[in-house]
């Protein structure tokens, strides 16, 4: 962390480390406005907001929202005046994607109970050639 002017700023490679993701991808999500890193000549210089947006954006991508959903957020929660419509918009959006949620829920309790299955079934088989193998050596 570097020390700028009494602020915890951050290099983008601390960002990149700490995230486990690409310079590159830390790049493209400041070029589509998700990020917005002061600069000081050629180095960037991210703040803590940087961070924590950093952090949604990715938290925010691993649950299927695009970026367009997260800018929303953002957008929503730097407004001072919101607009009626722009709000009833992102209610519809974060609804549509907790159901989107419950169902990927939903399928992976019902995948994980028949991998579950399958292992049980497969140490079973084990046991049986086991046991099988022991008396033919006998």
Do not use: W
Request: aromatic share 8%.
């Amino acid at each position: 962390m570097l020390k700028t002017e009494g602020k915890d700023t951050f290099s983008i490679s601390q960002l990149a480390e700490e995230f486990g993701v690409t310079l590159r991808s830390i790049r493209f999500y400041e070029d589509h406005g998700l990020l917005t890193p002061q600069r000081n000549g050629q180095n960037r210089i991210y703040s803590r907001q940087d961070r924590a947006r950093l952090k949604l954006t990715l938290r925010g991508k691993r649950l299927g929202f695009s970026l367009d959903d997260i800018r929303g957020l953002f957008d929503l929660y730097d407004s001072e005046k919101s607009n009626k419509k722009q709000l009833h918009d992102m209610l519809n959006a974060i609804k549509y994607r907790q159901r989107l949620l419950v169902q990927q829920q939903a399928d992976i309790q019902a995948v994980m109970m028949e991998l579950n299955a399958a292992e049980k079934n497969c140490y079973q088989q084990l046991a049986k050639l086991e046991l099988k193998q022991r008396k033919v050596s006998t």
